[in-house]
């Protein structure tokens, strides 16, 4: 159970930092990847909630979330390029 708590401080460390890139990122490129980050880790987050509880409803919303944030990657970095 002590690894459990050293993953959970270690993953609130890791998305303290992709946010703060996310906020202060020094061009947009940056603050694109800070997002797909926050992402990923939303959707191990919840993988990882669904594996603690039991539950499959939490990966349903893994993989909506997961499907949202790479449709969301590809218009941004379309727009960026300006593509789009």
Request: net charge negative.
């Amino acid at each position: 159970m002590i690894e459990f708590v050293y993953f959970a401080i270690f993953y609130v460390l890791c998305c303290f930092i992709a946010i703060w890139r996310l906020i202060k990122g020094p061009t947009a490129p940056d603050r694109v990847v800070a997002g797909d980050c926050v992402d990923v880790l939303t959707d191990v987050a919840l993988v990882l909630v669904a594996l603690y509880s039991g539950r499959g409803i939490y990966l349903d919303i893994a993989i909506v979330t997961a499907i949202l944030g790479f449709l969301s990657q590809v218009l941004i970095g379309s727009y960026l390029e300006g593509t789009l």
